[in-house]
């Protein structure tokens, strides 16, 4: 008996010192994406774009048209950007490819789904490991209109931003630019995609990154209800609807102060409101501290001052706020109106004239409408294009 004991608590020890080696062990699964992707025999046209309503409007006129995206990108902060079918194409890929993360688990549209306006529906996004990022994923829109990006504006171009994430420790956590070109160049299908893009099958850094900014920067999100509506004065809103474009852009609510122009989002060009002043200053970078705290656990750019995104289809991308602490939009604007907090650094416009936060005193009618108008901002074409989705989907 004793000798079987023995045997026993042998044996027994044995298989716990491995599962706890095994369990300690970042296991790299196998490519998920081991065969190529299902890609058109005919590139997909990424450089003509249709667009509706006025968000060109200050540059090639209104109303709904085809245009050349040279036409559209030229008009970007991010100078000299050049897209082709073949380079937007190889983007695409890159962008669904899990084998752009450190253990295969991980794409960039894991936390940017086309279905949700290429955000994740999280308040906090799972990366590569079962780790999770301090904040939730941006939607993607019109990226090639934006001067600064996340949340926090660290960074003002898309090729920047491209592979920032691929390299962040939780989010795809891969470990360098040399084994990232290694992993990519052993696979079969990226060889003649790197040919037809760029001559060449060389894999390089410079050519990854820039295959990425072409596909992001041909997302272009322009054929919404209200783009639409903008046509016909509005004809096709309902009465609701109306109302709460009315609130939007009128004083009531201001809320277009702040989510300006035809993308919505912050004016942060120089000399815009949350730009650089005109003589001289500090650079806002499209920020500003909307009152969530009186005392920030993050405190984004810096004293509370979060980016203010796009509000282009916004009606899909809750939660809401650097942190998802709003799961709807109704929460949203009842933060604005009754809940802002009154945080030293609280931006001017959010303040009533008694210098205090403001309270808009919107009715429940106008809560209903303001939550109408922003579900005309969503574009539907952008949510089903086929040359935005998966390539390695069943």
Known sequence: ???????????????????????????????????????????????????????????????????????????????????????????????????????????????????????????????????????????????????????????????????????????????????????????SYYPALFKGAYGTEEVNAERISDAMTQFLCSMISANSKFDKGEEDNFASFTSIEKHGKDLFFGTTAKCSQCHAGGNFSAPDFPGGDYGTPPNGGADRKGTANIGLDKVYRDNGKADGQFRIPSLRNIALTAPYMHDGRFTSLDQVIEHYNSGIQNHPSLDPKLKGSNGMPQRLNLSDYDKIALVAFLKTLTDQQLLTDQKFSDPFAN
């Open 1 to 187: 008996m004793k000798k079987y004991l023995v045997t026993f608590l042998l044996v027994s020890t044995v298989l716990g010192i491995s599962s706890f080696m095994s369990c300690g062990k970042i296991n790299t699964p196998p490519n998920p994406n081991a065969s190529a992707p299902k890609l058109p025999a005919s590139v997909y046209d990424y450089l003509h774009v249709h667009v509706s309503g006025n968000f060109f409007a200050n540059f090639m006129g209104s109303g709904t048209k085809d245009l050349e995206l040279s036409e559209v990108l030229q008009f970007s902060p991010n100078q000299n950007m050049k897209v082709t079918n073949e380079g937007a194409t190889l983007g695409r890929v890159l962008f669904y490819d899990k084998i752009m993360s450190l253990n295969n688990s991980i794409a960039c549209a894991s936390c940017h789904k086309q279905s949700s306006a290429f955000s994740d529906g999280m308040a906090s996004s799972e990366g590569f490991g079962g780790k999770f990022t301090p904040r939730n994923s941006m939607s993607i829109v019109n990226p090639f209109f934006n001067n600064n990006m996340f949340w926090d504006s660290r960074t003002p171009t898309v090729k920047q931003l491209t592979l920032q994430p691929v390299f962040n420790h939780l989010e795809m956590g891969m470990e360098s630019m040399d084994k990232l070109i290694a992993k990519i160049a052993k696979t």
